[in-house]
Protein backbone atom coordinates (compact mmCIF):
# COMPACT_ATOMS: atom_id res chain seq x y z
CA UNK A 1 0.00 0.00 0.00
CA UNK A 2 1.42 3.25 -1.01
CA UNK A 3 2.22 5.81 1.80
CA UNK A 4 -0.69 8.32 1.68
CA UNK A 5 0.42 12.03 0.93
CA UNK A 6 0.02 14.88 3.35
CA UNK A 7 -2.37 17.36 3.04
CA UNK A 8 -1.66 20.50 2.26
CA UNK A 9 -1.99 22.89 5.36
CA UNK A 10 -4.97 25.48 4.81
CA UNK A 11 -4.20 29.06 4.77
CA UNK A 12 -6.50 31.67 5.52
CA UNK A 13 -9.30 32.73 2.91
CA UNK A 14 -8.82 35.89 1.47
CA UNK A 15 -12.32 36.84 2.85
CA UNK A 16 -11.24 36.87 6.33
CA UNK A 17 -9.21 39.74 6.00
CA UNK A 18 -11.92 41.63 4.23
CA UNK A 19 -14.08 40.52 7.21
CA UNK A 20 -11.05 42.06 9.74
CA UNK A 21 -11.22 45.18 7.81
CA UNK A 22 -14.99 46.08 7.37
CA UNK A 23 -15.35 45.29 11.55
CA UNK A 24 -12.50 47.90 12.09
CA UNK A 25 -15.09 49.86 9.72
CA UNK A 26 -17.61 49.63 11.35
CA UNK A 27 -16.05 50.09 15.29
CA UNK A 28 -14.49 53.49 13.91
CA UNK A 29 -17.86 54.14 12.47
CA UNK A 30 -19.68 53.73 15.92
CA UNK A 31 -17.21 54.95 17.49
CA UNK A 32 -17.72 58.31 15.71
CA UNK A 33 -21.21 58.66 16.01
CA UNK A 34 -21.86 57.64 19.66
CA UNK A 35 -19.91 60.61 20.00
CA UNK A 36 -21.77 63.98 20.09
CA UNK A 37 -20.36 66.64 18.02
CA UNK A 38 -18.32 68.81 20.39
CA UNK A 39 -16.87 72.20 20.87
CA UNK A 40 -13.36 73.26 20.53
CA UNK A 41 -12.04 73.58 23.54
CA UNK A 42 -8.71 72.23 24.25
CA UNK A 43 -6.85 74.58 26.65
CA UNK A 44 -7.35 75.60 29.81
CA UNK A 45 -6.19 79.16 29.76
CA UNK A 46 -9.63 79.35 26.97
CA UNK A 47 -11.76 78.89 30.33
CA UNK A 48 -10.73 82.67 31.23
CA UNK A 49 -12.20 83.95 28.36
CA UNK A 50 -15.34 81.71 28.37
CA UNK A 51 -16.08 82.59 31.90
CA UNK A 52 -15.63 86.67 31.82
CA UNK A 53 -17.84 86.59 28.63
CA UNK A 54 -20.17 84.36 30.07
CA UNK A 55 -20.53 81.93 26.81
CA UNK A 56 -21.15 78.82 29.01
CA UNK A 57 -24.27 77.35 31.26
CA UNK A 58 -22.50 77.97 34.99
CA UNK A 59 -24.15 74.91 36.43
CA UNK A 60 -22.85 72.31 33.83
CA UNK A 61 -19.25 73.34 34.48
CA UNK A 62 -17.60 70.19 35.55
CA UNK A 63 -13.73 69.11 36.64
CA UNK A 64 -12.63 65.75 37.76
CA UNK A 65 -9.08 65.97 39.44
CA UNK A 66 -6.28 64.06 37.46
CA UNK A 67 -3.95 64.41 40.43
CA UNK A 68 -2.45 67.86 42.43
CA UNK A 69 -2.05 69.58 39.27
CA UNK A 70 -3.85 68.55 36.25
CA UNK A 71 -8.11 68.26 35.83
CA UNK A 72 -10.29 67.50 33.23
CA UNK A 73 -13.17 69.79 33.01
CA UNK A 74 -16.40 69.93 30.69
CA UNK A 75 -19.63 71.97 30.35
CA UNK A 76 -21.73 73.32 27.58
CA UNK A 77 -21.88 76.59 25.52
CA UNK A 78 -24.94 78.80 25.59
CA UNK A 79 -28.06 78.50 23.24
CA UNK A 80 -27.75 82.57 23.20
CA UNK A 81 -25.84 85.29 24.00
CA UNK A 82 -27.68 87.36 27.11
CA UNK A 83 -26.88 91.17 27.17
CA UNK A 84 -24.84 90.70 29.84
CA UNK A 85 -22.58 88.89 27.56
CA UNK A 86 -22.69 91.83 25.03
CA UNK A 87 -22.05 94.27 27.51
CA UNK A 88 -18.83 92.95 28.93
CA UNK A 89 -17.07 91.92 25.36
CA UNK A 90 -18.27 96.17 24.76
CA UNK A 91 -16.24 97.10 27.80
CA UNK A 92 -13.29 94.70 26.79
CA UNK A 93 -13.18 95.85 23.27
CA UNK A 94 -13.62 99.71 24.49
CA UNK A 95 -10.64 99.10 26.91
CA UNK A 96 -8.56 97.41 24.32
CA UNK A 97 -8.89 100.47 22.02
CA UNK A 98 -8.37 103.04 24.86
CA UNK A 99 -5.24 101.06 25.07
CA UNK A 100 -4.17 101.15 21.07
CA UNK A 101 -5.13 104.79 20.79
CA UNK A 102 -2.84 105.64 23.98
CA UNK A 103 0.34 103.89 22.71
CA UNK A 104 -0.24 105.82 19.11
CA UNK A 105 -0.52 109.18 20.94
CA UNK A 106 2.73 108.61 22.71
CA UNK A 107 4.43 107.64 19.73
CA UNK A 108 2.40 110.51 18.04
CA UNK A 109 4.17 113.14 20.36
CA UNK A 110 7.93 111.45 20.22
CA UNK A 111 7.12 111.85 16.76
CA UNK A 112 6.33 115.23 16.84
CA UNK A 113 9.21 116.32 19.40
CA UNK A 114 11.37 115.20 17.29
CA UNK A 115 10.02 116.42 13.81
CA UNK A 116 9.55 120.08 15.56
CA UNK A 117 13.18 120.37 15.98
CA UNK A 118 14.05 119.60 12.11
CA UNK A 119 11.57 122.32 11.43
CA UNK A 120 13.15 124.40 13.07
CA UNK A 121 16.58 123.88 11.87
CA UNK A 122 15.52 123.68 8.29
CA UNK A 123 13.69 127.16 8.79
CA UNK A 124 16.92 128.72 10.20
CA UNK A 125 18.22 127.88 7.44
CA UNK A 126 15.84 129.02 5.18
CA UNK A 127 16.45 132.42 6.64
CA UNK A 128 19.81 132.72 6.60
CA UNK A 129 19.47 131.36 2.91
CA UNK A 130 17.33 134.68 2.46
CA UNK A 131 19.26 137.05 4.47
CA UNK A 132 16.03 138.72 6.35
CA UNK A 133 15.91 139.48 9.68
CA UNK A 134 13.16 137.88 12.38
CA UNK A 135 10.31 140.01 12.88
CA UNK A 136 9.95 141.03 16.64
CA UNK A 137 7.01 138.26 17.17
CA UNK A 138 8.81 135.38 15.40
CA UNK A 139 8.51 134.22 11.95
CA UNK A 140 5.83 131.65 12.29
CA UNK A 141 6.58 128.80 10.21
CA UNK A 142 3.33 126.13 11.39
CA UNK A 143 0.74 129.27 13.02
CA UNK A 144 -1.50 128.67 16.21
CA UNK A 145 -4.71 127.48 14.67
CA UNK A 146 -2.68 123.91 14.67
CA UNK A 147 -2.79 123.61 18.29
CA UNK A 148 -4.61 121.22 20.09
CA UNK A 149 -6.21 121.25 23.67
CA UNK A 150 -3.18 119.19 25.10
CA UNK A 151 -0.63 119.76 22.99
CA UNK A 152 0.91 123.36 21.03
CA UNK A 153 1.37 123.00 17.55
CA UNK A 154 2.47 125.74 16.21
CA UNK A 155 6.15 126.66 15.49
CA UNK A 156 7.55 129.94 15.57
CA UNK A 157 11.06 130.68 15.12
CA UNK A 158 12.21 133.46 17.17
CA UNK A 159 16.16 133.33 17.40
CA UNK A 160 18.49 132.10 14.44
CA UNK A 161 21.72 130.92 14.95
CA UNK A 162 24.96 132.17 14.57
CA UNK A 163 26.39 130.39 12.35
CA UNK A 164 28.15 131.59 8.45
CA UNK A 165 26.83 130.41 5.38
CA UNK A 166 26.11 131.67 1.37
CA UNK A 167 22.53 133.01 1.60
CA UNK A 168 20.80 135.67 -1.30
CA UNK A 169 21.87 139.07 -0.16
CA UNK A 170 25.89 137.81 -0.66
CA UNK A 171 25.48 136.53 -3.97
CA UNK A 172 23.54 139.91 -5.05
CA UNK A 173 26.76 142.00 -3.75
CA UNK A 174 29.16 139.55 -5.36
CA UNK A 175 27.28 140.19 -8.29
CA UNK A 176 27.58 143.44 -8.34
CA UNK A 177 30.94 143.55 -7.81
CA UNK A 178 31.57 141.54 -10.44
CA UNK A 179 29.87 143.86 -12.80
CA UNK A 180 31.44 147.23 -11.41
CA UNK A 181 34.71 145.96 -11.70
CA UNK A 182 34.89 143.30 -14.30
CA UNK A 183 37.45 141.23 -13.16
CA UNK A 184 37.86 137.59 -13.64
CA UNK A 185 38.68 137.22 -10.45
CA UNK A 186 35.45 139.07 -9.23
CA UNK A 187 33.67 137.24 -12.03
CA UNK A 188 34.60 133.96 -10.39
CA UNK A 189 33.76 134.97 -6.88
CA UNK A 190 30.04 135.80 -7.79
CA UNK A 191 30.12 132.04 -9.67
CA UNK A 192 31.19 130.85 -6.15
CA UNK A 193 28.59 132.68 -4.21
CA UNK A 194 25.80 131.27 -6.29
CA UNK A 195 27.58 127.68 -6.34
CA UNK A 196 27.41 127.71 -2.61
CA UNK A 197 23.73 128.75 -2.21
CA UNK A 198 22.49 126.42 -4.83
CA UNK A 199 24.44 123.84 -2.82
CA UNK A 200 22.78 124.62 0.37
CA UNK A 201 19.02 124.90 -1.43
CA UNK A 202 19.65 121.25 -2.88
CA UNK A 203 21.19 119.76 0.53
CA UNK A 204 19.26 117.09 2.63
CA UNK A 205 19.69 119.80 5.96
CA UNK A 206 17.16 122.43 4.12
CA UNK A 207 15.36 119.04 2.47
CA UNK A 208 13.07 121.12 -0.18
CA UNK A 209 10.72 118.07 -0.99
CA UNK A 210 8.52 119.59 -4.12
CA UNK A 211 9.27 117.96 -7.46
CA UNK A 212 9.27 121.08 -9.39
CA UNK A 213 11.47 123.22 -7.11
CA UNK A 214 14.02 120.57 -7.14
CA UNK A 215 13.71 120.36 -10.90
CA UNK A 216 14.53 124.02 -11.08
CA UNK A 217 17.50 124.14 -8.63
CA UNK A 218 19.18 121.53 -10.84
CA UNK A 219 18.29 123.51 -14.27
CA UNK A 220 20.25 126.90 -12.70
CA UNK A 221 22.97 124.86 -10.80
CA UNK A 222 23.90 123.40 -15.02
CA UNK A 223 23.24 126.75 -16.10
CA UNK A 224 25.41 127.83 -13.29
CA UNK A 225 27.91 125.31 -14.31
CA UNK A 226 28.02 125.43 -17.92
CA UNK A 227 28.91 129.37 -18.00
CA UNK A 228 31.91 129.23 -16.80
CA UNK A 229 33.24 128.57 -20.44
CA UNK A 230 31.25 132.17 -21.68
CA UNK A 231 32.25 135.29 -22.12
CA UNK A 232 32.39 137.40 -18.78
CA UNK A 233 29.88 139.78 -20.29
CA UNK A 234 27.70 136.37 -20.87
CA UNK A 235 28.55 135.01 -17.37
CA UNK A 236 27.15 138.18 -15.43
CA UNK A 237 23.77 137.48 -17.62
CA UNK A 238 23.28 134.20 -16.81
CA UNK A 239 24.24 134.71 -13.15
CA UNK A 240 21.81 137.57 -13.05
CA UNK A 241 18.94 135.40 -14.15
CA UNK A 242 19.99 132.74 -11.60
CA UNK A 243 19.47 135.12 -9.13
CA UNK A 244 16.36 136.57 -9.75
CA UNK A 245 15.33 132.89 -9.90
CA UNK A 246 16.15 132.29 -6.77
CA UNK A 247 14.87 134.82 -4.91
CA UNK A 248 11.70 134.15 -6.74
CA UNK A 249 12.06 130.15 -5.52
CA UNK A 250 12.94 131.53 -2.08
CA UNK A 251 10.00 133.93 -2.08
CA UNK A 252 7.28 131.05 -3.23
CA UNK A 253 9.20 128.82 -0.18
CA UNK A 254 7.97 131.48 2.37
CA UNK A 255 4.88 131.88 0.84
CA UNK A 256 2.15 130.94 3.93
CA UNK A 257 -0.59 128.50 3.07
CA UNK A 258 -3.19 127.23 4.80
CA UNK A 259 -1.16 129.03 8.35
CA UNK A 260 2.19 126.74 6.82
CA UNK A 261 5.24 128.67 5.70
CA UNK A 262 7.78 126.19 4.01
CA UNK A 263 5.30 123.90 3.15
CA UNK A 264 8.03 122.75 0.34
CA UNK A 265 9.88 121.16 3.12
CA UNK A 266 10.34 117.65 3.64
CA UNK A 267 10.48 118.07 7.70
CA UNK A 268 7.84 120.52 7.38
CA UNK A 269 5.03 118.28 5.07
CA UNK A 270 5.98 115.29 7.64
CA UNK A 271 5.05 117.59 10.79
CA UNK A 272 1.68 118.81 9.57
CA UNK A 273 1.00 115.58 8.75
CA UNK A 274 1.88 113.65 11.82
CA UNK A 275 0.47 117.21 13.83
CA UNK A 276 -3.25 116.19 11.98
CA UNK A 277 -2.64 112.46 12.31
CA UNK A 278 -2.40 113.49 16.52
CA UNK A 279 -5.14 115.44 16.30
CA UNK A 280 -7.47 112.90 15.27
CA UNK A 281 -6.17 110.07 17.45
CA UNK A 282 -6.78 112.64 20.13
CA UNK A 283 -10.46 112.71 19.64
CA UNK A 284 -11.10 109.38 18.91
CA UNK A 285 -9.49 108.88 22.45
CA UNK A 286 -11.58 111.67 23.90
CA UNK A 287 -14.72 109.52 22.34
CA UNK A 288 -13.58 106.45 23.29
CA UNK A 289 -13.26 108.13 27.04
CA UNK A 290 -16.78 109.06 26.79
CA UNK A 291 -17.97 105.36 25.87
CA UNK A 292 -15.66 103.48 27.93
CA UNK A 293 -16.96 105.04 31.14
CA UNK A 294 -20.52 104.35 30.02
CA UNK A 295 -19.52 100.66 29.61
CA UNK A 296 -17.91 101.08 32.86
CA UNK A 297 -20.33 101.74 34.59
CA UNK A 298 -21.97 98.81 33.53
CA UNK A 299 -19.74 95.99 34.56
CA UNK A 300 -18.39 97.75 37.72
CA UNK A 301 -18.93 94.60 39.67
CA UNK A 302 -17.37 91.90 37.39
CA UNK A 303 -14.82 89.78 38.50
CA UNK A 304 -12.43 89.60 35.97
CA UNK A 305 -10.13 86.24 35.07
CA UNK A 306 -6.81 87.91 33.81
CA UNK A 307 -3.52 85.31 33.99
CA UNK A 308 -4.87 83.40 36.56
CA UNK A 309 -5.57 86.10 39.00
CA UNK A 310 -8.70 87.53 39.84
CA UNK A 311 -9.18 91.41 38.81
CA UNK A 312 -11.74 93.99 39.53
CA UNK A 313 -12.99 96.36 36.36
CA UNK A 314 -10.35 98.81 37.45
CA UNK A 315 -7.62 96.89 38.15
CA UNK A 316 -7.96 95.09 35.13
CA UNK A 317 -7.75 98.36 33.28
CA UNK A 318 -4.39 99.23 35.20
CA UNK A 319 -2.93 95.85 33.61
CA UNK A 320 0.05 96.33 31.22
CA UNK A 321 -1.08 97.33 28.12
CA UNK A 322 0.94 94.60 26.24
CA UNK A 323 0.00 91.94 28.04
CA UNK A 324 -3.73 93.05 27.81
CA UNK A 325 -3.69 92.90 24.07
CA UNK A 326 -2.29 89.50 23.89
CA UNK A 327 -5.32 88.18 26.39
CA UNK A 328 -7.78 89.96 24.23
CA UNK A 329 -6.82 88.57 21.53
CA UNK A 330 -7.50 85.09 22.81
CA UNK A 331 -10.91 86.99 24.44
CA UNK A 332 -11.89 87.74 20.80
CA UNK A 333 -11.02 84.71 19.08
CA UNK A 334 -13.26 82.77 21.66
CA UNK A 335 -16.18 85.61 21.05
CA UNK A 336 -16.03 85.02 17.21
CA UNK A 337 -15.94 81.18 17.66
CA UNK A 338 -19.20 81.27 19.99
CA UNK A 339 -21.65 81.09 16.70
CA UNK A 340 -20.14 77.75 15.80
CA UNK A 341 -20.25 76.43 19.56
CA UNK A 342 -23.60 77.43 20.87
CA UNK A 343 -25.25 75.04 22.49
CA UNK A 344 -22.37 72.52 22.34
CA UNK A 345 -20.46 70.41 24.98
CA UNK A 346 -16.91 70.35 25.26
CA UNK A 347 -14.15 68.60 27.04
CA UNK A 348 -10.48 69.46 27.66
CA UNK A 349 -8.57 66.19 29.21
CA UNK A 350 -5.58 66.14 31.03
CA UNK A 351 -5.37 70.24 31.50
CA UNK A 352 -3.09 72.95 34.39
CA UNK A 353 -5.31 73.97 37.13
CA UNK A 354 -6.03 77.42 37.53
CA UNK A 355 -7.87 79.88 39.55
CA UNK A 356 -11.27 79.87 36.62
CA UNK A 357 -11.49 76.31 37.27
CA UNK A 358 -10.90 76.36 41.08
CA UNK A 359 -13.66 79.09 41.54
CA UNK A 360 -16.23 78.21 39.00
CA UNK A 361 -16.23 74.75 38.06
CA UNK A 362 -17.90 72.06 40.13
CA UNK A 363 -15.57 69.00 41.42
CA UNK A 364 -16.90 65.54 39.99
CA UNK A 365 -15.73 62.01 40.89
CA UNK A 366 -14.35 60.24 37.61
CA UNK A 367 -17.02 57.40 37.00
CA UNK A 368 -15.48 54.48 34.61
CA UNK A 369 -16.87 53.77 31.37
CA UNK A 370 -15.10 50.46 30.38
CA UNK A 371 -17.08 50.73 27.00
CA UNK A 372 -15.57 53.80 25.61
CA UNK A 373 -12.41 52.07 26.84
CA UNK A 374 -13.53 48.71 24.62
CA UNK A 375 -14.17 50.73 21.75
CA UNK A 376 -10.73 52.53 22.14
CA UNK A 377 -8.62 49.34 22.28
CA UNK A 378 -10.77 46.87 19.83
CA UNK A 379 -9.62 48.64 16.59
CA UNK A 380 -6.02 48.90 17.77
CA UNK A 381 -5.91 44.83 18.39
CA UNK A 382 -7.69 44.34 14.82
CA UNK A 383 -5.19 46.12 13.27
CA UNK A 384 -2.11 44.21 14.97
CA UNK A 385 -4.17 40.55 14.52
CA UNK A 386 -4.58 41.82 10.97
CA UNK A 387 -0.47 42.30 10.43
CA UNK A 388 0.52 39.46 12.20
CA UNK A 389 -1.91 37.62 9.46
CA UNK A 390 0.18 39.51 6.68
CA UNK A 391 3.15 38.83 7.86
CA UNK A 392 2.75 35.28 8.64
CA UNK A 393 1.57 34.60 5.24
CA UNK A 394 4.54 36.65 3.63
CA UNK A 395 6.71 34.70 5.62
CA UNK A 396 5.01 31.47 4.33
CA UNK A 397 5.46 32.77 0.78
CA UNK A 398 9.61 34.08 1.14
CA UNK A 399 9.90 31.31 -1.78
CA UNK A 400 8.43 33.37 -4.52
CA UNK A 401 10.18 36.85 -3.22
CA UNK A 402 12.96 35.53 -5.27
CA UNK A 403 10.64 36.02 -8.62
CA UNK A 404 10.65 39.49 -7.87
CA UNK A 405 14.14 39.89 -7.32
CA UNK A 406 15.02 41.26 -10.13
CA UNK A 407 12.45 43.81 -10.26
CA UNK A 408 13.73 47.48 -9.94
CA UNK A 409 13.38 49.29 -6.84
CA UNK A 410 12.66 52.82 -8.23
CA UNK A 411 10.22 55.12 -6.78
CA UNK A 412 7.33 56.43 -8.83
CA UNK A 413 6.50 59.74 -8.61
CA UNK A 414 3.12 60.53 -10.16
CA UNK A 415 1.80 64.21 -11.15
CA UNK A 416 -0.30 63.49 -8.38
CA UNK A 417 2.61 63.15 -5.79
CA UNK A 418 4.96 65.45 -7.07
CA UNK A 419 4.42 68.66 -6.60
CA UNK A 420 7.59 70.30 -7.34
CA UNK A 421 7.84 73.26 -10.06
CA UNK A 422 10.43 75.98 -11.31
CA UNK A 423 9.04 77.80 -8.85
CA UNK A 424 10.40 75.68 -5.47
CA UNK A 425 14.00 75.91 -7.32
CA UNK A 426 16.36 79.01 -6.56
CA UNK A 427 19.65 80.08 -6.99
CA UNK A 428 19.78 77.72 -10.66
CA UNK A 429 18.76 80.20 -13.10
CA UNK A 430 21.05 78.47 -15.88
CA UNK A 431 19.85 75.20 -15.28
CA UNK A 432 16.43 75.84 -15.37
CA UNK A 433 16.76 78.04 -18.52
CA UNK A 434 18.47 74.95 -20.24
CA UNK A 435 15.97 72.49 -18.58
CA UNK A 436 13.04 74.28 -20.52
CA UNK A 437 13.22 72.06 -23.67
CA UNK A 438 13.10 68.85 -22.11
CA UNK A 439 9.84 70.28 -20.23
CA UNK A 440 8.27 71.64 -23.60
CA UNK A 441 8.76 68.27 -25.01
CA UNK A 442 7.12 66.15 -22.36
CA UNK A 443 4.06 68.55 -21.86
CA UNK A 444 3.51 68.04 -25.72
CA UNK A 445 6.00 65.25 -27.33
CA UNK A 446 3.73 65.12 -30.47
CA UNK A 447 4.51 68.76 -31.43
CA UNK A 448 8.62 68.26 -31.53
CA UNK A 449 8.27 64.61 -32.97
CA UNK A 450 6.18 66.12 -36.23
CA UNK A 451 8.56 68.38 -37.06
CA UNK A 452 11.24 66.00 -37.21
CA UNK A 453 13.10 67.61 -34.04
CA UNK A 454 15.54 65.70 -32.12
CA UNK A 455 15.26 65.91 -27.98
CA UNK A 456 18.55 64.52 -26.21
CA UNK A 457 18.02 61.51 -24.73
CA UNK A 458 19.92 61.68 -21.47
CA UNK A 459 21.05 65.21 -19.59
CA UNK A 460 23.64 64.66 -17.08
CA UNK A 461 23.47 67.14 -14.07
CA UNK A 462 27.23 67.91 -13.03
CA UNK A 463 28.03 69.77 -9.76
CA UNK A 464 29.26 69.34 -5.68
CA UNK A 465 27.13 67.98 -3.54
CA UNK A 466 23.69 70.02 -1.84
CA UNK A 467 23.67 72.13 -5.10
CA UNK A 468 20.05 70.92 -6.16
CA UNK A 469 20.51 68.11 -8.46
CA UNK A 470 17.63 65.92 -7.39
CA UNK A 471 15.27 69.28 -6.38
CA UNK A 472 15.79 70.20 -10.26
CA UNK A 473 14.79 67.19 -11.96
CA UNK A 474 11.85 66.66 -9.81
CA UNK A 475 10.90 69.94 -10.60
CA UNK A 476 11.25 69.49 -14.51
CA UNK A 477 8.71 66.41 -14.48
CA UNK A 478 6.57 68.34 -12.18
CA UNK A 479 6.45 71.17 -14.38
CA UNK A 480 5.91 69.27 -17.49
CA UNK A 481 2.87 67.40 -15.13
CA UNK A 482 4.48 63.99 -16.04
CA UNK A 483 5.56 60.75 -13.90
CA UNK A 484 9.16 60.82 -12.26
CA UNK A 485 11.47 57.69 -11.26
CA UNK A 486 13.62 57.93 -9.07
CA UNK A 487 16.28 55.57 -8.38
CA UNK A 488 19.93 55.55 -7.12
CA UNK A 489 23.26 54.53 -8.75
CA UNK A 490 23.86 52.04 -5.91
CA UNK A 491 20.46 50.29 -6.31
CA UNK A 492 21.36 48.21 -9.29
CA UNK A 493 24.84 47.00 -7.54
CA UNK A 494 23.76 43.96 -5.77
CA UNK A 495 26.43 40.56 -5.19
CA UNK A 496 24.08 37.99 -7.34
CA UNK A 497 25.05 38.26 -11.06
CA UNK A 498 22.81 39.51 -13.55
CA UNK A 499 20.37 41.31 -10.81
CA UNK A 500 21.67 44.55 -11.44
CA UNK A 501 21.10 44.31 -15.43
CA UNK A 502 17.78 42.82 -14.88
CA UNK A 503 16.98 45.89 -12.86
CA UNK A 504 17.91 48.19 -15.42
CA UNK A 505 15.70 46.47 -18.07
CA UNK A 506 12.99 46.40 -15.80
CA UNK A 507 13.36 50.09 -15.09
CA UNK A 508 12.91 50.97 -19.09
CA UNK A 509 10.16 49.08 -19.92
CA UNK A 510 8.11 50.88 -16.58
CA UNK A 511 9.22 53.80 -17.61
CA UNK A 512 7.90 53.40 -21.26
CA UNK A 513 4.82 52.15 -20.14
CA UNK A 514 3.95 55.46 -18.27
CA UNK A 515 5.61 57.69 -21.13
CA UNK A 516 6.39 60.66 -21.33
CA UNK A 517 8.20 60.50 -18.20
CA UNK A 518 11.57 61.02 -16.66
CA UNK A 519 14.06 58.63 -15.34
CA UNK A 520 16.09 60.65 -12.49
CA UNK A 521 19.15 58.38 -11.36
CA UNK A 522 21.01 59.82 -8.44
CA UNK A 523 25.10 59.01 -8.02
CA UNK A 524 25.30 56.82 -11.35
CA UNK A 525 29.29 56.98 -11.20
CA UNK A 526 28.21 53.90 -8.47
CA UNK A 527 27.83 51.56 -11.64
CA UNK A 528 28.75 54.10 -14.65
CA UNK A 529 32.65 54.11 -13.55
CA UNK A 530 35.07 53.19 -16.41
CA UNK A 531 35.35 49.88 -17.67
CA UNK A 532 38.07 47.48 -16.28
CA UNK A 533 38.44 49.64 -13.34
CA UNK A 534 37.67 46.67 -11.42
CA UNK A 535 40.30 44.37 -9.54
CA UNK A 536 42.85 43.23 -11.68
CA UNK A 537 40.81 44.86 -14.70
CA UNK A 538 38.49 41.99 -14.65
CA UNK A 539 34.59 42.26 -15.67
CA UNK A 540 32.98 42.49 -12.20
CA UNK A 541 29.04 42.85 -11.77
CA UNK A 542 28.70 46.58 -12.54
CA UNK A 543 30.24 46.10 -15.17
CA UNK A 544 27.51 44.01 -16.96
CA UNK A 545 24.86 46.39 -15.08
CA UNK A 546 26.84 49.30 -17.08
CA UNK A 547 27.27 47.72 -20.25
CA UNK A 548 23.13 47.02 -20.46
CA UNK A 549 22.37 50.85 -19.27
CA UNK A 550 24.18 51.63 -22.28
CA UNK A 551 22.18 48.93 -24.56
CA UNK A 552 19.08 50.61 -23.28
CA UNK A 553 19.92 54.49 -23.75
CA UNK A 554 20.93 53.22 -27.55
CA UNK A 555 17.67 51.42 -27.71
CA UNK A 556 14.95 53.73 -26.49
CA UNK A 557 14.23 56.47 -28.80
CA UNK A 558 13.02 60.34 -27.96
CA UNK A 559 9.59 59.51 -29.74
CA UNK A 560 8.85 57.09 -26.92
CA UNK A 561 9.00 60.13 -24.40
CA UNK A 562 11.45 58.93 -21.82
CA UNK A 563 14.17 61.32 -20.91
CA UNK A 564 17.31 60.02 -18.40
CA UNK A 565 18.20 62.44 -16.12
CA UNK A 566 21.04 61.76 -14.01
CA UNK A 567 23.28 63.34 -11.18
CA UNK A 568 26.97 63.24 -10.44
CA UNK A 569 29.56 65.06 -8.56
CA UNK A 570 32.28 63.05 -10.34
CA UNK A 571 31.91 63.40 -14.04
CA UNK A 572 35.84 62.62 -14.55
CA UNK A 573 35.52 59.00 -13.43
CA UNK A 574 32.50 58.10 -15.84
CA UNK A 575 32.64 56.03 -19.01
CA UNK A 576 33.51 57.22 -22.11
CA UNK A 577 30.77 55.42 -23.67
CA UNK A 578 28.52 56.74 -21.10
CA UNK A 579 29.52 60.40 -22.25
CA UNK A 580 29.38 60.30 -25.77
CA UNK A 581 26.68 61.68 -28.40
CA UNK A 582 23.63 59.82 -28.34
CA UNK A 583 23.46 58.75 -24.63
CA UNK A 584 23.85 62.06 -23.10
CA UNK A 585 23.35 64.53 -25.09
CA UNK A 586 23.35 67.70 -22.74
CA UNK A 587 25.40 68.17 -19.43
CA UNK A 588 23.85 70.49 -16.99
CA UNK A 589 26.44 72.36 -14.62
CA UNK A 590 24.66 73.34 -11.45
CA UNK A 591 27.37 75.51 -9.28
CA UNK A 592 27.27 76.54 -5.54
CA UNK A 593 24.61 79.69 -5.76
CA UNK A 594 26.39 82.78 -5.00
CA UNK A 595 24.85 85.67 -3.36
CA UNK A 596 21.49 86.41 -5.13
CA UNK A 597 20.79 82.63 -5.32
CA UNK A 598 21.16 82.16 -1.62
CA UNK A 599 18.80 85.20 -1.28
CA UNK A 600 16.06 83.53 -3.40
CA UNK A 601 16.80 79.97 -2.15
CA UNK A 602 15.45 81.76 1.57
CA UNK A 603 12.29 83.24 0.08
CA UNK A 604 11.33 79.89 -1.02
CA UNK A 605 12.27 78.10 2.30
CA UNK A 606 10.66 81.18 4.28
CA UNK A 607 7.53 81.25 2.22
CA UNK A 608 5.31 80.39 4.43
CA UNK A 609 6.66 81.44 7.55
CA UNK A 610 6.34 85.18 8.85
CA UNK A 611 9.77 86.91 8.81
CA UNK A 612 10.37 90.59 9.92
CA UNK A 613 10.86 92.99 7.05
CA UNK A 614 14.29 93.76 8.66
CA UNK A 615 15.32 90.53 7.60
Known amino acids: ?72 FSGRFRENLPEESVERYRYLELLNQSHELTTEEVRLTDDLDTLQKNVR ?152 EELKQYSQVSQELEKNGVLLEKSRQKVSSVIWYFNNQELSTRALEKQDPES ?77 SAMNFGKSPARLMTKETNKVTFKDVAGADEAKEELKEIVDFLKDPQKFTALGARIPKGVLLVGPPGTGKTLIAKAVAGEADRPFFSISGSDFVEMFVGVGASRIRDLFDTAKKNAPCIIFMDEIDAVGRHRGAGIGGGHDEREQTLNQLLVEMDGFDTKEG ?54
Open 1 to 72: MAPMRPEPKKSLPGGFFLFILAAILIILGIQTFSSDQSAKVSFSHQVEHLSNLNLTVPEENRKIAQNENLVT
Open 121 to 272: DAADLYLHATGQSLPKAGYTVVAPIYDTPDRDGAIIVTSLSDREMASLPSAKQALAIAQESGTIESVENAGKELHDLIALLRSPSLGIGSEPMKLELKTIDQKVSNAADLALEQQLAVYRSAIDKLGNLLSELGRDKEGVRLGALRSTRSYV
Open 562 to 615: VILVAATNRPDILDKALLRPGRFDRRVVLDLPDIKGRHDILKVHARKIKIDASV
Open 324 to 400: YRHWFAQAKQEWESFSANKGLTYRAPDQPRNTVLEKTFKSQEPSPNYFSYLLTILPVMLVILFLYFIFSRQMKGVGS
